[in-house]
């Protein structure tokens, strides 16, 4: 028997009133979901999923567990339909089940919406879910670097949850479970404010899996807490010496090519779920595979997931298509190291579109009329480069008019108007 011990912590964070999150620690089932909604809508939207997940998950294979998802989905749907307050309620949901495939004991890995799964195995810190958020897509779509994306002002913009909808469609993975292997699900709470590398660091020096998903709550405290946090820490105590067979295996035959071993170890079932997109993946152990290429995963798309993703590229594209021609096909006057110029583009720029220098004048900073130059500081729009160039030479005609006005010399108190001026020889 796979034998499995975990803890979990959750925590309002630093910034929320109150705490949306939800998770679960049951025999061989455990979860964490992340409430969204007004009215304290997002409690009772994780609070209910989590209920219903454990009330359902009554076929341990993978499919009862995502089944047992897509009841919660129904029951969250049906809770707000029937409750305007709780209109439009939703809920992430990732979860990890002991389940048992033809024989085999499997970890039964579900995901939707930005909640993560990873995966800790010999030190290696690997994610096991994918975001289900609008930044993740752009990611992928190679729109935003992961840099970028770790502080979009969007970032908690999710694209799939639990209760927005009377369907939904839900990732799935299995893993082996080895002994020594550390499951981590968390909140975006957890991701947003801690680096991978910290959370892999202290997943591999705190040995409680109660005290490991404190610790990662209070990291995340730490760095800000500026939104609830949720950590189920999941260890795999034993494994029925599987880890054992598979290394004397290995040791008793010659090492074949890791790519034929990985083949060979997938020893589950093509899925059969029609609606998920579904992955089967069983982690090739350190001793199998000696390079260090990256793992494949085994992805799955059904058409409907074909034409749901193309949709959406299409509706992202063209957003971004007019949100760049609305950013670059206007223009500003500003300044250029003490130097007026016109710019293409909004001041200090629109998303990632930044402005171009378009043309340098010869108007200099100081000679801009002082009534002016904050406009010019700031950067003064005109929708036209002929319109940004007139402006321009309004200040030019302006600044010059104030020098002729400001050399004059002071006019002298003339005793009599038709006397004239004393004259210098
Ligand atoms: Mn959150």
Known sequence: MTELRAGGATDTGLVRDHNEDNYL????????????????????????????????????????????????NRTVWDLAESNPDQRGMGTTRTAVALVNEDGEERLAVVNVGDSRAYLLQQG???????????????????????????????????????GLDPEVEVDSWELTPYK????????DGL????????IASTLRSVGDPEEAARQLVNEARDHGGSDNITCVVVDVLDDDNRAETASKALA????????????????????????????????????????????????????????????????IGGALAAVGWYARHT????????????????????????????RQTTLAEKDVPPSRLPDVKAGKEEP??????????????????????????????????????????
């Not at 998950?57 to 047992?68: I, M, N, P």
């Not at 020594?180 to 909140?187: A, E, N, P």
């Open 384 to 425: 036209t480069r002929a319109d940004a160039q007139r402006y321009v030479n309004n200040l030019r005609q302006e600044a010059a008019s104030q020098t002729t006005t400001t050399t004059l010399p002071p006019a002298a108190p003339t005793p009599a108007p038709t006397a004239p001026p004393p004259s210098t020889p």
């Open 252 to 315: 008793a035959e010659p090492p074949p090519p890791p790519r034929a071993e990985r083949a060979a170890t997938v020893s589950s079932p093509a899925p059969t779920d029609d609606e998920a997109a579904t992955a089967t993946r069983t982690p090739a152990r350190a001793a199998a595979a000696p390079t260090q290429e990256p793992k494949p995963r085994a992805r799955r798309f059904t058409w409907r997931v074909f034409v749901f993703v193309l949709a959406v590229i299409v509706v």
């Open 25 to 72: 620690t049951d025999e061989g089932l455990f979860a964490v979901a992340d409430g969204v909604g007004g009215h304290k809508a997002g409690e009772v939207a994780s609070q209910t999923a989590v209920d219903t997940l454990q009330r359902e998950f009554r076929e341990s294979t993978t499919d009862g567990l995502v089944d047992a998802v897509k009841t919660a």
């Open 331 to 358: 223009y500003y006057v500003g300044l250029d190291n003490g130097q007026v110029a016109i710019f293409k583009g909004r001041p200090g720029g629109l998303l990632w579109f930044q402005p171009t220098l378009d």
């Open 124 to 162: 290696e810190l690997e994610q096991l879910t994918e975001d289900h958020s609008l930044v993740e897509q752009l990611v992928r779509e190679g729109q935003l670097t992961p840099a970028e994306a770790q502080v979009h002002p969007q970032r908690s913009i999710i694209t799939r949850a639990l």
């Open 191 to 198: 991701t947003n404010e801690v680096s991978d590398d910290e």
């Open 180 to 187: 020594g292997d550390r499951i981590l699900l968390c909140s």
